[in-house]
C-alpha cells in the first residue's frame, strides 16, 4: 500500500503477528479529533505490538484533494506518529483491496469516517467499530488489550 504523501509503498504483511487496527480517517470531519485519541493508543501500546494504520479516503467528501495537506495536517495537528497511507476508496466496487477483505471478514462495510476494524496477531478481523467509538472509550480499549 503507498505511504501518504509519497511514491513508496509498504507491503502490509510486515504487519503480521501484531495487533492492527485499521481506521478510515478524514481531515474535515466531526471525529477528525479521534487521530489525538488513536494517536495515544498508539504510544501507550506500540511497545506490545499495537499498529494503527490511518487510511484516508474522500468516500464521505470530508478529505483534502492534496495528500501533502493530509500529510501536514495529521503532523502538526495531531503529531501523528502511526502510519499513514495513500488516500483509497473505502467503500463500493472499487474498495482498495485491504477495505474488500476487512468488509468481507467482518460483514462491516464503512458507513463514515472513522469507522475501526481491529485485527489479530494472524491476521483476522474480531472487531469492527462504528465511528462513534472513540479510541479512549473501554469498548475500544478491553478489546486491543484481550488481543494484545
Not at 69 to 96: D, N, Q
Not at 109 to 121: A, G, H, S
Request: aromatic fraction near 12%.
Amino acid at each position: 500500500m503507498k505511504i501518504l504523501d509519497s511514491d513508496l509503498s509498504q507491503n502490509l504483511c510486515q504487519y503480521f503477528g501484531k495487533v492492527v487496527l485499521v481506521v478510515n480517517v478524514a481531515s474535515r470531519c466531526g471525529y477528525t479529533s479521534q487521530y489525538s485519541g488513536l494517536q495515544a493508543l498508539y504510544a501507550k501500546h506500540k511497545s506490545e505490538g499495537l499498529v494503527i494504520l490511518g487510511v484516508p479516503s474522500r468516500d464521505f467528501f470530508q478529505e483534502y484533494s492534496d495528500e501533502s495537506k493530509v500529510a501536514e495536517f495529521c503532523s502538526t495537528e495531531y503529531g501523528v506518529t502511526f502510519p499513514m497511507f495513500s488516500t483509497v476508496k473505502v467503500r463500493g466496487r472499487k474498495a482498495h483491496p485491504l477495505y474488500k477483505k476487512l468488509i468481507a471478514e467482518s460483514g462491516n462495510e464503512p458507513r463514515w469516517n472513522f469507522n475501526k476494524y481491529l485485527i489479530n496477531r494472524d491476521g483476522k478481523v474480531i472487531e469492527y467499530f462504528k465511528s462513534n467509538i472513540k479510541p479512549e472509550s473501554n469498548e475500544l480499549i478491553e478489546a486491543i488489550k484481550a488481543a494484545l
